[in-house]
């Protein structure tokens, strides 16, 4: 499979890497062979992330004595330096490497998050990649004022951020700042988080641009076959291939939260990006992980909607956000329900 250079990190690394979201929601074994079956296929970049339950772990099963050639990026979301050292020697001994290739700040999605990274968070990670333990740096946002200044800084080599034929934004907006900047681009949620389903049209898009690493999540062999087909070629977009595309982002453009977060602060205190995104969680994520923690506690604060409109006034891309508010919500607590008498009567 052809490599790319992934900006002045000197990563060679396949078109196509492998995102370990989804394989949380496997048995152990399968979640190992579907990464070995990655590894089979020519993929040399695998990226997960502490905060993805056991996916770490999983990934270090499977590429246990086969490390050799293969690309790990992992990521942590904390926010003190000293939770960052612990969190780092734990992804160490679940990935059970002596070196992660590429270390990332994760979700860094506002300017207060941003500062704590540059103003000392970094230091950390500079600090354990002296000590041998990290080779590279990088960084993952959704929010485009962001990731614009992360790219200038100079202080990262990569960059992570939604890229998909409906989030087609960067393509004008942040490739050209990396380019200049020699930082690696690395395209998240190249499905949309699941929002696209026709396979061929999501990467033959992103196929057009030759310095972009897609990372989609893969859950079943037949999901990254298929992509390894599209990579096959030829990758040349047809007109009905184009006409086609423009009709989904007409579809969905309409209803498609980009987490770019401008639209918050909310008054009640609702996670306003996370409850817009959670059709994409029940795709994604186990339902243990959906309906506590983080995500069950933002479904329970979306609850309290007031419908002041705040929210709508200041989104960029004029979603109905009090209706898709309401609309998750219901979708939330019907499949909550279903779980909790599923569990009952196991």
Not at 49 to 78: D, F, H, M, P, W
């Amino acid at each position: 499979m052809d490599k790319i250079r992934l900006g002045r990190s000197g990563l060679m690394v396949t078109r196509i890497g492998f995102g370990g979201i989804p394989i949380q929601r496997l048995s152990e074994e399968d979640a190992i062979s579907l990464v070995r079956r990655c590894l089979d296929l020519g993929i040399n970049f695998i990226d997960t992330a502490n905060a993805y339950s056991n996916s770490e772990e999983r990934i270090g099963k499977a590429i246990s004595g086969r490390y050799e050639g293969t690309i790990l990026a992992t990521k942590s979301v904390c926010q003190k330096a000293e939770d960052i050292r612990v969190q780092l020697e734990q992804s160490l001994r679940s990935l059970r490497v002596d070196t992660i290739d590429l270390y990332q700040f994760h979700g860094i999605s506002d300017f207060n998050a941003y500062d704590q990274v540059i103003s000392g968070l970094c230091d950390v990670v500079e600090e354990a990649r002296r000590m041998g333990k990290v080779k590279h740096i990088g960084i993952t946002s959704h929010n485009m004022e962001v990731a614009q200044e992360a790219a200038k800084s100079g202080r990262f080599e990569t960059l992570m951020f939604p890229f998909n034929f409906i989030t087609c934004e960067p393509a004008e907006q942040l490739l050209p700042l990396c380019r200049e900047n020699d930082v690696g681009f690395i395209a998240m949620k190249p499905l949309a988080g699941g929002m696209l389903g026709n396979t061929t049209l999501a990467f033959k898009y992103l196929l057009q641009f030759p310095d972009v690493v897609a990372i989609p999540g893969i859950e079943q062999p037949h999901e990254i076959d298929e992509i390894v087909q599209v990579i096959d070629g030829p990758w040349e977009l047809t007109e009905a291939e184009k006409g086609e595309m423009q009709r989904l982002r007409e579809e969905l453009g309409t209803r498609f939260c980009r987490r770019c977060d401008y639209c918050q602060p909310c008054p009640e205190g609702i996670p306003l990006s996370l409850v817009m995104v959670t059709p994409s969680f029940f795709k994604r994520i186990p339902p243990e992980g959906i309906f506590s923690g983080w995500i069950g506690q933002g479904m329970e604060k979306a609850a309290l909607c007031t419908k002041c409109g705040d929210c709508e006034e200041r989104c960029p891309y004029n979603l109905p956000i009090r209706d898709m508010l309401e609309e998750y919500c219901n979708q939330y607590q019907e499949q909550k329900r279903r779980y909790d008498m599923t569990a009952s009567s196991g």
